[in-house]
């Protein structure tokens, strides 16, 4: 279980994020919903500790989370990436396999076979010697993709995957997902659209500056719940999953 306790996070003085409190359980695929501006993409990354200034604690099992870090493999938002560094695909998916390697070694035979292969299943082996700069949207998240695949973690977190992409790759994304969440992982994926979280989802986190709501889809995925997070931002817009009008 990710337990976080009375979790603040201001950026200069303005609240981010206020007093959310949520034991997540582990082994699930979960949704993060709210609107812009809503702190999603920063609660995620006071998970992953890139946000040193927050009060609260965080824990995974009995552990503070900055310990678990390797354990957790993170694709993020595609604002936040530098894309003009320069590199090669081949090469952005073996520094996933960084964190695990031991101190002072560098990636040998056993790394480079596992590149290949995290590859070959987002389809994306003949695109290894490009540089990223010069990928399609939805190529540079299948490489984000097998990046975090190469890190072989147990917890993947993703923020905004599936923004700016082709069909073809969110439907290569959405299966792997599937996958590994068969397999045991689990999945945090933050969501920008409302229309296929019953279908991706087991549970969904609803933020907006405080917690929302958190729990299984059918309970919490709820027009009352969405109201309160998004109020009338959304109009009237039908969603699967919602059975009516939000
Ligand atoms: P979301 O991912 O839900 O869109 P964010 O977590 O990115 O929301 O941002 C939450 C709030 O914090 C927003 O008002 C945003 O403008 C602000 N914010 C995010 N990152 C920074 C930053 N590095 N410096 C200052 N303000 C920030
Ligand atoms: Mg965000």
Redesign the pocket.
């Known amino acids: 279980m990710i337990q976080v306790k009375n979790l603040n996070v201001d950026?200069?003085g303005n609240p981010?994020l206020e007093q959310v409190d949520i034991d997540i359980p582990l082994g699930y695929s979960i949704g993060i919903i709210?609107p812009?501006?809503?702190?999603?993409?920063?609660f995620i990354k006071s998970l992953l500790g890139i946000i040193k200034k927050r009060s609260g604690t965080i824990t995974v099992g009995n552990s503070d989370i900055a310990l678990c870090q390797k354990d957790i493999a993170y694709v993020p938002q595609k604002s936040d990436v530098d894309l003009t560094f320069p590199i090669t695909v081949r090469d952005t998916v073996l520094t996933g396999t960084y964190p695990k390697l031991k101190l002072f070694r560098r990636p040998g035979k056993k790394e480079k076979e596992l590149v290949e292969r995290c590859m070959e299943m987002v389809d994306i082996s003949d695109l290894a010697h490009k540089q990223i700069s010069n990928l399609s949207g939805g190529q540079l998240q299948r490489v984000f993709i097998a990046r975090a695949l190469a890190q072989q973690a147990n917890i993947f977190f993703l923020d905004e995957p599936f923004v700016g992409i082709d069909l073809v790759s969110e439907k290569i994304i959405v299966n792997l997902l599937k996958k590994l969440r068969e397999e045991g992982k689990t999945i945090l994926v933050?969501h920008h659209d409302l229309h296929e979280v019953e279908e991706y989802f087991d549970k969904v986190i609803i933020l907006n500056r405080k917690l929302i709501a958190f729990g299984d889809i059918s309970t919490t995925f709820s027009s009352q719940n969405i109201q309160s997070a998004y109020g009338s931002s959304l109009g009237n817009v039908q969603i699967k999953g919602l059975g009516g009008l939000v």
């Open positions: 950026y200069f981010a709210g812009n501006g809503a702190g999603k993409s920063t933050v």
